[in-house]
């Protein structure tokens, strides 16, 4: 069976399909190929010669008679399809380049008749019950022409030929060349004027108020508001209730004070210098550029929609997957209960950017990799690229590779809609096709938003510096404010007198609120609805019962290796993993790390928690100790024994995530900032690999409580531990976080608060590790959770606990002594040590028979520093001659540079406290095992 060649199957360089026999001569007479022949064909307009797949998977057999009559007029509407764009008026300062796209020729297809008649049926989609003669079944060539170039050449244009699926291929031009444009109302119209001059009004009055104030304001850009305003509605209308919204710092002032009813008086209030929250909470606070907010905005829908406005650093793009991630959060508490809609239904996430930045951050490229994951969609994302066509003095040509800057969405075939940022009108347009397409098919959908700045990358900048020409065009430029006044006015919408007196007005509210701002008191506007029942502390609170009940851990270590009886276990596993488990529960002995990760994951899922562990090959562990998923040998079948316990439990969501840690672990991050109640876990591979996502711990997990007062319970699991290994296998770089939390170096101040940004813990047993984990959720606050996790002990005989030690009393323990000494006045000396060194000092110690002289102490939470158990534990010693910090890390690495001023200040009699460990070092780790051992050795000698 042979078809007609219509379109290619996937997408080649820039993105584009090539689907159009382009020669140099005239297409006279059709030609049919067999499916899936490839062909070539000299591209002209773009000067290389491009492979085509022909198929007809756009188009059904009875329209199959009519492609063949019309084969080269199907060609000719293929070409449009596909590069419209590249002749579509985009750009508002002309400065776009353009070359004109030979495919779009009609005389290269034959067609020298002007009054033949053609059937456009299965050809060319119109709107049957139009009135215009474009629109008609039949229809002459200038006809034809003049509907393509209205559909594909306007101020709109659309890329989607690349999109492999022929349903959403097919959807697309149904959609567009169906399409009957009618006018806006009145109505609409003054509402697209309203948010455009407000915008323009509240850049001028902060120009005149406050000069020499950095604001990034959005002239050139205003009609993003129009945008964000129209899929405001429409997802609304549509049944979204929540939109989860993240945006760089240009406009974001306008943004909140114009559509997300952020008081202005708020915003002077701050711009004057003053605080954003009350000044007794323990906040630093952020710059203008980042503030937030979260309104109700209600469009006659059935139910209103809930804005959150995520507040963003100044790393651009570093948001993006934050915002995902508490997309899916949302979606999958709403899920609970209302069972009759799927992910994406009522909430949605959108993105803005910056054209430089879109294409130059990685962060976006991993986080489009995370769009369509099984754990990690959220039903499509709708990104606006406000495209400035300039980076902060770099033009396109220097700052991206490709022609746009949306094609990097091409690498999960999203369609690009492109549209020209001065026709506000065509924007609104460019936002419902991209609003159905998101809400059809559950992907995400790029709007290029083509404007321009009117001032430099902020207003005090001169950009004539680097774009002279660029920037004399943009100042002999009216407005878009101002050409659409001038358009409604001529459409007799508006008056003049309007205009003005709305301006007038909307200048004199600013000033009052301007006024007003002297006296504004700062609301805390955080720990709200979910987050009600937590409290900002002033003191940290370490110890708390998080025991379980021994029958609760027999149920949860049972179950947590039960499966199905069809389901086939690996014979491996089934030796080694279960039947060891099952002993181990049985005897309430010798619990090892995998099995008190386990309980303490079940427990919190009895309680009614939702836990997600996340991370590369979490599901089997990088050591294969865990298997939370286990898989059928012949069907490959996942099951997850934990999320058997009992009817009413939460849910257990085990994601094997890419190999990205900077998206994925902000990801994460905006899955916690969401609800308290949830436990997210993200585990690095090895401990040191989070360096990948420096910049989510830097700006968010850091420090994003310090700025913006919202709370993570984020646990970060860092597999750490020297075993010859090398440099990116053994570190996790303890003093990286150490240095980024802001825990008291003056621990004898007792005025300064303990409230420490994070809790970074080493624990040395596995009973240790079950308690942080219940921790968590137990207190009344949350705190990122940094835990240096175990590799060689996680087998090891020795690194075990008991049932007792879990059950109800027990609890996370900061400092562990030497409880085993019963002549504590003989200790001559004190080693502090953390992580897994201590098995080495305890057996190293026990061969040179120095039990009774030697005391081992481990500090199992660095941060905050126990300082009063170590404390206690001191009082229990008299005739210590010597401390000693012991590590295994170099000196210039791990905890000493954090402990040594800190655990100085405590020693008695003014003592000091001796290092031994590694030398410094320029790497965490040598590479050659030999040397690794003979450093090992070293420590052990020297420290006894």
């Known amino acids: 069976m042979s078809y007609l060649a219509v379109s290619m199957t996937r997408p080649i360089n820039f993105g584009i399909a090539g689907i159009i026999r382009t020669l140099n001569r005239p297409i006279i007479n059709s030609k049919v190929w067999k499916q899936n022949s490839r062909n070539y064909h000299d591209n002209e307009a773009f000067g290389y010669r491009v492979p085509v797949i022909y198929t007809m998977q756009d188009y059904t057999n009875v329209e199959l008679s009519n492609r063949i009559e019309n084969a080269n007029l199907l060609r000719l509407v293929a070409a449009y399809r596909t590069y419209g764009h590249k002749e579509a008026h985009l750009d508002p300062l002309g400065i776009m380049e353009r070359e004109k796209v030979l495919a779009l020729d009609y005389k290269r297809y034959g067609f020298t008749e002007p009054n033949k008649v053609y059937n456009l049926n299965g050809i060319l989609h119109v709107n049957k019950s139009s009135s215009t003669k474009d629109s ?45 444009k009618t006018s806006l109302t009145p109505k609409e119209k003054k509402r697209i004027f309203e948010f455009l001059t407000r915008s323009e009004v509240f850049d001028h009055f902060m120009s005149k108020k406050f000069p020499q104030v950095k604001r990034y304001g959005l002239e050139g850009a205003e009609s993003m508001l129009v945008a964000l305003e129209k899929l405001f509605e429409v997802s609304n209308k549509a049944g979204v209730i929540e939109a989860v919204l993240c945006m760089p710092h240009r406009g974001r002032l306008n943004l909140l004070t114009d559509l997300l009813k952020f008081p202005p008086v708020r915003l002077f209030h701050k711009v004057k210098g003053n605080p954003e929250f009350p000044e007794h909470l323990p906040a630093s606070g952020d710059v203008l550029s ?40 949302k979606q999958m508490d709403l899920l609970k209960f209302e069972t009759d809609c ?37 039903g499509g994302s709708v990104h606006i690229v ?50 159905e397409y998101r809400n059809k098919f559950e992907k995400d959908v790029i709007i290029d938003l083509i404007t321009y700045r009117r001032w430099g990358h902020n207003e005090l900048d001169e950009p004539a510096y680097t774009q002279p020409l660029m920037y004399n065009n943009i100042r002999s430029r009216k407005s878009v404010p101002k050409l659409y006044e001038e358009k409604l006015l001529t459409e007799e919408i508006i008056t003049r007198n309007e205009i003005n007196e709305f301006r007038d007005n909307y200048f004199k509210f600013l000033e009052e609120q301007y006024k007003l701002s002297d006296d504004y008191k700062s609301e805390a506007d955080t720990l709200k609805k979910k987050w009600s029942k937590m409290i900002m502390p002033t003191e940290s609170v370490s110890k708390l019962d998080t025991g379980v009940s021994r029958d609760v851990l027999e149920k949860v270590g049972k179950i947590s290796i039960t499966v199905p009886d069809d389901i086939v276990i690996h014979p491996r596993l089934k030796k080694f ?55 059928c040998q012949e069907t490959e ?41 949830n436990l997210n876990l993200w585990e690095a591979q090895f401990g040191d690999f989070f360096n990948g996502a420096q910049i989510i711990i830097d700006t968010y997990i850091s420090s994003g409580e310090a700025k913006w007062l919202r709370q993570s319970g984020l646990v970060m699991l860092l597999p750490h531990g020297y075993d010859g290994a090398g440099p990116e296998h053994s570190s996790c770089r303890i003093e990286r976080f150490l240095q980024l939390s802001n825990d008291r170096i003056d621990v004898l101040n007792d005025i300064i608060p303990i409230n420490p940004n994070m809790h970074i813990i080493n624990p040395t047993t596995p009973a240790q590790y079950f308690h942080a984990l219940r921790r968590q959720l137990k207190r009344n606050f949350r705190k990122p959770l940094i835990v240096m996790t175990p590799k060689i002990l996680l087998k090891s005989a020795a690194a075990v606990s008991d049932f007792e030690e879990m059950m109800p009393s027990t609890t996370f323990l900061p400092v562990i002594g030497n409880n085993t000494i019963s002549e504590k006045s003989k200790i001559e000396k004190i080693i502090f040590v953390c992580g897994k060194l ?45 401390f000693v910090w012991c590590q295994e890390e170099p000196q210039n690495n791990g905890a000493f540079t ?47």
């Open 290 to 329: 980042h503030l937030a907010s979260s309104p109700q905005l209600n469009y006659g829908a059935t139910r209103p929609l809930n804005v959150s406005m995520l507040h963003n650093p100044s790393h651009l793009e570093a948001v993006n997957p934050v915002a995902m991630g508490k997309t899916r959060a």
């Open 838 to 882: 201590y098995y080495d000092l305890v057996k190293e110690r026990q061969n040179k028979k120095l039990v009774d002289k030697v005391a081992i102490v481990r500090i199992e939470e660095l941060c905050p520093f126990p300082k009063k158990d170590i404390e206690q534990e001191l009082n229990n010693y008299n005739n210590v001659e010597e």
């Open 386 to 435: 406000v495209n400035n066509q300039l980076g902060y003095t770099t033009p396109a040509q220097n700052a991206r590779s490709s022609w746009y800057s949306s094609d990097i969405g091409k690498m999960i075939n999203a369609p690009v809609i492109h549209v020209n940022g001065d026709f506000p009108e065509d924007v609104t347009r460019a936002i419902e096709i991209a609003f």
């Open 577 to 631: 993993h279960i039947q060891s488990r099952l002993q181990r529960i049985a005897e309430g002995k010798k619990i090892d790390w995998a099995t008190a990760e386990a309980l303490a994951l079940g427990s919190l899922l009895l309680e009614g928690h939702n836990v997600r562990l996340c991370g590369q090959d979490v599901g089997r562990g990088t050591f294969s100790q865990r298997h939370a998923m286990m898989i």
């Open 898 to 944: 954090f402990i040594e001023p800190r655990l100085n200040q405590i020693l008695p009699n003014g003592q000091k406290v001796k290092y031994v460990g590694r030398p410094t070092s320029a790497t965490p780790a040598v590479g050659v095992s030999k040397w690794h051992h003979i450093e090992h050795s070293k420590i052990l000698n020297e420290i006894f």
């Open 342 to 378: 799927k992910l994406g239904d009522r909430v949605m996430c959108i993105q803005l950017h910056g054209d430089a930045a879109f294409t130059g951050q990685g962060v976006v490229m991993e986080s489009f990799g995370l769009s369509n994951l099984p754990h990690f969609s959220s």
């Open 136 to 180: 008609k079944e039949e229809a002459n060539i200038d006809a034809i022409i003049s509907h393509l170039k209205k559909v594909y050449c306007g101020k709109v244009a659309y890329e989607f030929m690349h999109i492999p699926n022929a349903s959403e291929r097919r959807w697309f031009y149904h959609t567009l060349e169906s399409y009957d």
């Open 637 to 677: 079948r996942v099951v997850i024994p934990l999320n058997n316990l009992s009817k009413d439990q939460g849910m257990l969501e085990v994601a094997n995530s890419n190999l990205s840690e900077l998206a994925v672990v902000g990801f994460e991050y905006g899955m916690s900032i969401e609800n308290p109640n």
